[in-house]
């Protein structure tokens, strides 16, 4: 007992403290099956800038959900559990979801409006309300797994050629031909990723098709180590979803997003895909796989192993890497004093390392193929834990949704260069640089965005 007195209390008391911050902050609020609906994106104007169907886009998707690839274990009726459990499988299982917004259904018309909204006075839940397992990808099935025997003689069937029709109905009838993915963080629910693809698709319009990736996160506070574990090891199957899409639809762009633990499996999955194809330049990788946009929001990947997928050439594989990181992110910062190491979403400087002479250089040679948003001076950016800012910060959502929709660069977006390195701040006038950066890109934005800006000015709306 001599040891745990003076500077060893202290140190010991300190841990005690930082893993109880770990398991009150974690990747996401207290695991339940329902999210309440985001902020709307600031640059949405509070509804004068909807880029919501004027009718309900349900009545004419094609799978009439969202998509969904999950290798948990499914639920028996036994279980607690509705629809899939927080165990691993072992293969990927392809499906759709039913979501519903609000305590009770509304009309598409109150629904279009009330998401809009920038200040809501209600909160309006998000939950999924029926789920259809299609069957599995049959790429997925290990060699040594006998599904046969698995499943007692009635094994799933393999879902892969439905589910590549889907994403293909679904483009057909879509202005962008993209295919979304996101991939969640550590200690959630299989309803989790399924309600916030949900909607950050609404948020998109319901352009292209967005595709709920679901891996076996465990919903407890201890579970960090394990889940951990589980977003390193399980990147196959993510590796191999990219590929069939890439093979069997007719996306023209794909793009992911990783949260918080899950980027350890995008980043994983993206180093698979690099050593898959070394040899082959970056252009003939993105004539393949046709991965524009990778983005890293949160992430809780150790600075080093990133360098060493990098090393492997993980830039190769994607057309542009856009990593978030934030000062006031208190969860990276529990994860670095359990690790001891620095974490890639962390700002650089202070507790998240200096920058070497080195990294400075490859950060300007690679810049067109990676850049760092600093979202600390984002409005909301530190709600709650300050991790979660992808969807609590308007600013920051924006930023997000309008890479994916237009693939502006940090400076078309009218983010603000620190240091001569591909490094972004938002400056105060975010919003307004953001509107003039669309209006050259969209003719239907400009439309409204000029008749916005001549009600400002009370000038008629037909001003150029």
């Not at 076996?216 to 889940?227: C, E, M, N, Q, V």
């Not at 393949?288 to 946009?293: A, G, T």
Request: proline share 5%; hydrophobic share 40%.
């Amino acid at each position: 007992m001599k040891n745990i007195v003076g500077t060893d209390w202290s140190r010991f008391t300190k841990a005690t403290l930082l893993v109880g911050a770990l398991i009150l902050s974690g990747c996401a609020s207290v695991p339940v099956d329902q999210v309440e609906l985001m902020p709307a994106p600031d640059v949405y104007g509070d509804g004068i800038l909807n880029p919501l169907p004027q009718n309900s886009p349900f009545d004419e998707l094609p799978y009439k959900g969202i998509l969904y690839a999950t290798d948990r274990q499914p639920a028996t009726a036994e279980d607690p559990e509705k629809y899939y459990l927080n165990d691993r499988g072992r293969v990927l299982r392809l499906g759709v979801a039913n979501v519903e917004l609000g305590e009770k259904k509304f009309a598409w018309e109150k629904a279009r409006e009330i998401s809009m909204l920038k200040s809501r006075t209600d909160k309006y839940p998000l939950k999924v309300t029926g789920v259809d397992e299609w069957g599995v990808m049959g790429s997925t099935v290990p060699f040594f797994l006998d599904l046969d025997l698995e499943t007692n003689g009635n094994p799933p069937p393999d879902a892969t050629e439905r589910f590549a029709q889907a994403i293909n109905s679904q483009l057909d009838r879509s202005k962008r031909k993209h295919v979304y993915i996101f991939v969640h963080g550590y200690k959630v629910v299989y309803e989790y990723p399924v309600l916030v693809s949900a909607e950050l698709w609404h948020f998109l319009g319901y352009n292209g098709v967005f595709i709920a990736y679901a891996w076996p996160a465990t919903p407890s506070a201890f579970a960090y180590i394990k889940d951990s574990d589980t977003s390193a090891g399980f990147a196959r199957n993510l590796r191999l979803l990219l590929e069939m899409i890439a093979e069997k639809t007719d996306a023209t762009e794909v793009h992911i997003v990783g949260y918080s633990n899950g980027t350890r499996l995008v980043t994983r999955a993206m180093e698979q895909l690099a050593l898959i194809n070394q040899g082959k330049t970056a252009d003939e990788i993105y004539e393949k796989l046709r991965i524009r946009n990778v983005t890293l929001v949160g992430s809780d990947l150790d600075r080093g192993v990133f360098k060493s997928y990098v090393a492997d050439g993980l830039l190769n594989v994607s057309k542009h890497l856009t990593i978030y990181m934030s000062d006031k992110d208190k969860a990276l910062g529990v994860s670095q004093f359990l690790t001891n190491r620095q974490r890639v979403g962390q700002m650089f400087g202070e507790s998240g390392g200096e920058m070497t002479a080195s990294g400075r250089k490859a950060l300007v040679e690679y810049r067109d193929q990676i850049s760092f948003i600093n979202v600390s001076e984002a409005d909301s950016a530190e709600s709650g834990s300050g991790h979660g800012y992808f969807r609590s910060s308007p600013w920051a959502s924006s930023d997000v949704l309008m890479t994916l929709t237009y693939g502006l660069t940090p400076e078309q977006r009218g983010l603000v260069e620190q240091d001569g390195l591909p490094v972004y701040t938002f400056p105060p006038d975010y919003i307004s640089r953001l509107w003039a950066a669309i209006e050259k890109e969209d003719p239907e934005f400009a439309d409204a965005y000029r008749a916005l800006k001549a009600a400002e000015t009370g000038q008629t709306s037909s001003v150029e």
